[in-house]
């Protein structure tokens, strides 16, 4: 059974940083789109990184320079390096792996259950 698993959230001060991983099942990891979402009270479920499985990445503005997402096929990990928080981070944050896979020619989707992470003083 795929799982998709996110660890490394925690509180922190303003400035600080964090670093978010997200592990996949190797079966499907390395034909994987992998996105970081999160979401808070009283806010939108919010699209923060992607990483394509070519290794393309893209950001949302609101992050944009602070946050950097990268992977590591070898460990099917996924990582989301967040420096400079801000309590407008404070977040749920889950991770997504998702894709088409060619062998089976239908697209998939994971989720991981979420971590949290708390920027407050």
């Known amino acids: 059974q795929v799982q998709v698993v996110e660890s490394g959230g925690g509180l922190v001060q303003p400035g600080g940083s964090l670093r978010l991983s997200c592990a996949a099942s190797g079966t499907i990891f390395s034909m994987s789109d992998m996105t970081w979402y999160r979401q808070s009270p009283g806010k939108r479920f919010e699209l923060v990184a992607v990483i394509t499985s070519g290794g393309i990445t893209n950001y949302a503005d609101s992050v944009k320079g602070r946050f950097t997402i990268s992977r590591d096929n070898a460990k099917n990990t996924v990582y989301l390096q967040m420096n400079t928080l801000k309590p407008e981070d404070t977040a749920a944050y889950y991770c997504?792996?998702?894709?088409?896979?060619?062998?089976?020619?239908?697209?998939?989707?994971?989720w991981g259950q979420g971590t949290q992470v708390t920027v407050s003083s």
């Open positions: 997504r792996a998702s894709g088409f896979s060619s062998l089976t020619q239908r697209s998939f989707e994971y």
